[in-house]
């Protein structure tokens, strides 16, 4: 069974740097595209970021461009987001998930298994 385990959040205060990590065990990694996304409270869950297989593609949102980066470690089964200058808007949990396929997705409804989330609190 494919298991995603993020990690990495935590409280910072604005203008501060996380970096998350999501391991993927017990399935496919490399050959898949992974995904970020983010739930806060009383919204729905978005889409942040994402990568292809072989990180070639990637797409931000522009909230995300320029202050996010996404990687992959495909020896290591690992998918990371470096988060700088973090802003208090940037509070939720966020999630990992893998992609149907190999592509880079925007929407949710391509991507097949998710992690349990991992809360990141900005304080202003």
């Known amino acids: 069974q494919v298991q995603l385990v993020e990690s990495g959040g935590g409280l910072v205060q604005a203008g501060g740097s996380l970096r998350l990590s999501c391991v993927v065990s017990?399935?496919?990694?490399?050959?898949?595209?992974m995904g970020w996304f983010r739930q806060a409270p009383d919204k729905e869950r978005e889409f942040v970021v994402s990568?292809?297989?072989?990180?070639?593609?990637?797409y931000y949102t522009d909230t995300a461009k320029g202050r996010f980066t996404i990687s992959r470690d495909n020896a290591r089964n690992t998918v990371y987001l470096q988060m700088n200058s973090l802003k208090p808007e940037d509070t939720a949990v966020y999630y990992c998930?893998?992609?149907?396929?190999?592509?880079?997705?925007?929407?949710?409804?391509?991507?097949?298994?998710w992690g349990q989330g991992t809360q990141v609190t900005v304080s202003s």
């Open positions: 998930a893998r992609s149907k396929d190999t592509y880079s997705h925007y929407s949710q409804h391509n991507y097949d298994t």
């Open positions: 017990g399935g496919t990694f490399s050959t898949r595209g």
């Open positions: 990568l292809s297989w072989n990180g070639a593609t990637t």
